[in-house]
Structures are given as structure tokens and as C-alpha cells.
């Protein structure tokens, strides 16, 4: 530890897992507390597949991030460039950065460029809207409110992504909004993905199965074991690893998501991985003992969602309390996530599971819609954000 008795506690990214963190902190410790991003504007993104259908406005999902930190917490706005363990310091665009204890939460990196013409028919048409992205988001909502019929297609990438459940919303959203718009007949949904799996096995078998029911009932395509490769903008045509072609008319793809480039490459922080190698349950790192991590950049088996983030959060503030006072650290992390799937306007499901098993049940309720577009945004940035949690 430095010499000054107040430890130096330094936050990497400032989204849902750093500002939790922070403003948790602060109120537990004696400490200064620093919070390094590069962006000054934090934004809710599960607001990105409402936004298209005017279910929410990107204006209102969106705040600086100084007014979320409380005043005893330092805000810095700089880009990360390297992580130095042994020497416990960060080095950004602007600044060195010390630290005793130091929280990575810098979540992850959208690749579209990843993908051959992904980029290109984003700029150059107005058919090609990856949605993680707020811009693209935004824009997409111009093209539902145009679009007349033909093929409505999102694809899920090969690589881990943030909220797996987002690409079914948007995808469910969508054919119901044509139906209330009257061009549901002349129109197909379709989903791709990878896998087998619509939404996946294990924990989150049953969620799974009422989705397959209800994307019967409704007539929503999903086309499994379907890699993406290119993506041929001129034509209108997504070609896949496997060889096969889907025409789209509009086309709303998840973009690639990997670990950030800085930490693989100037830090050892990822151990050979992409992400942030820290225990399953402590979310200490495995190599260095005054290192943690929150969020999407934490390589823990469990799917990346605010909602883990801010389990995580709980933990991560423990365990650091214990470490400054020489205490054993608690593995409470369960691999807690939840995402509403919002099945169409008015009605949603949660599902919420752990590394083990799946905990709320698969029903479709307008409660569950209330709670996902009315209650959790207000609870994200007046409680969480603010470091409160009264029900963890
Ligand atoms: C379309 C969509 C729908 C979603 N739906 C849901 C949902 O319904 N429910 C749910 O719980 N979650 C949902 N999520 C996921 C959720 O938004 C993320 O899991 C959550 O934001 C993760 O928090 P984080 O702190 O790990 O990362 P983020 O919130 O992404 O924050 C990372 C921060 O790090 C900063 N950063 C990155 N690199 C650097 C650098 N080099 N230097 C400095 N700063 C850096 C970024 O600017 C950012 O502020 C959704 C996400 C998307 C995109």
C-alpha cells in the first residue's frame, strides 16, 4: 500500500458496474476514490431495443456521469491504455493513474468491423442498423416506421455478447409492431444465431421452451447454426461460416463483441483470455490480489447483464472493505443475471438465473412489463447508480 493512510481505490469505466461501485464504496470506506472514463456521458443501454418503437427515449437514457458520482468521488475523463500490476499503476491518454485497489469494469468492445460489410452497410445504406451501437439504435427506429414488408433479419454473432436476450426482444418487438402497423403479412421476422438454441440450455432451459411456444404461435423464423461471415450490402444478403445466404430488407445485427483490446494486449490482467481472469465467486483476480473486476469485462460463466453487474457490485465492495482490514474475502457471487424478455408491447417475462439454476419462472406478465419500462430504469439511476441496493 502507499504511504498515505486513506488506500487509493481506482475504478476502471464509469458504466453500470463502475458507477454502482463507486458510489458503494465511497459511502463504506475511508478512501479516495477515482473513477477514470472515457466517454462523460453514461447511457442505459437496455433502452437500445425500445428506442426503435418509441417505447423510450434515448434522450431521457442518457446522463452525465459527474452528476451520478457523488461529489466525494473523483471523475476523470480519460481513455485507458495500459494496466501495470506490479507497479499498480494505469496509464491513460492523459495521466498516470496509482492505485492500491483497483476495480476494472470497462465492460466490453462492439466489433462490427469484425464482419466483412457490416461497417460499410451501416454508413452507406439505410438498411444496416447494429443496434448495440445508441446511434444505430436510434436511427433503426426511422426504418421500422418505413418499412412496408420483405425481411426484418437480426443476427446473433459467434462471440459472447452483453444481454443475449436483447436480439429476441428486438426481434418479438418488431413483429408485433407490424401487425399493429398492418404489414405483418407482408413481412417475415427471422433470428439467427450460432447455436441450436434460441435463448439457451441449462439454468435457462425453461425460459427457452416458452419462448420456441411462443415464437410458433407467432410465425418468428429462428435459424440455428448460422455463423456470420459477410455481409453483402449491396445485395441485401447475410453469408454465413456454414455456407448458407438470408436476403434482408432491414437487417438488425448484433456486432462482435470481444474483450477491450488494451487489456489483452497491455496488460497481463487476462491471462491469455480476452477478459479479466478473476475467481467465479471472490471476482478477485486470480494473479493479483489488490485487482477486481465488475461487469462485462469479468471472465465469469455467467451472462453479461447490468443485473449481474450489480450483484457483482455487492461483492467486489465487500471484499475490498475485508481486504483493507485483513480479513478472508467472501465468495458470494452466484452468477446471479436476470433480463426481461419483452415478449411484445405490454407483456414481458423475466428471466433470472444463476450459474446453477434458473429462479424466477417462465411467466408472461403486463407486471413484468411495468417493472422492466417503468420501475428499473428509475431504480437504475435514482437507487443502484446512486450505490443503494435495499433489496440485493
Ligand atoms: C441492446 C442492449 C440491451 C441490454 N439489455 C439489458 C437488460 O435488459 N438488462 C440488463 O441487465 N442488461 C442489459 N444490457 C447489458 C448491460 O447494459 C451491460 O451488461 C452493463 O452495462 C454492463 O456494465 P459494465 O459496467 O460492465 O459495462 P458498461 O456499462 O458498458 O460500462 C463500461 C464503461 O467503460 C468505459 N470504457 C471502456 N473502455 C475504456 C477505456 N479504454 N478507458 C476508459 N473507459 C473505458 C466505457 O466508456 C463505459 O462507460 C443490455 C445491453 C445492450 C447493448
Redesign the pocket.
Known sequence: MTTTTRPNVLI???????TMTANMLRRRLDANITV????AT?RY??S??LIPFGYMDLADNKRAERSLLHDEVRFVE????AIDPDDRTVT?EGGTYEYDYLVV????SLRPDHVDGMVEGWERTDSVFP??HAAA?EALGDAVDDFEGGTFLVTVPDTPI??G??PLKLAMLMEEYLRERGVREDAEVVMTKPGPHVFGTGPKAPYQERIEEIWAERDITFVPNFTVDSVDYEAGVVHSEEGDELEYDLYAPVPPQHG?E?LVERSPLTNGGEYVDVDDHTLQHRTFDDVFA????ADVPTS??????RKQTHVVADNIERSIAGRDLVADYDGYT???ILVEKGKAMIAEFDYESPISAPVVSRLNWIL?INVIPSLYWNVWMRGYDPVP
Open positions: 476502471l469505466g464509469g458504466g453500470a458496474g463502475g477514470v472514463d472515457r466517454d453514461h443501454q437496455p437500445y431495443y480519460d481513455t485507458v491504455e491513460g469494469s470497462v465492460g466490453n443496434f448495440y439504435a452483453k444481454c436476450g436483447a477491450h488494451f465488475v461487469g462485462d469485462c453479461r447483464t447490468a443485473s449481474a453487474a436476470a433480463c426481461p422492466d
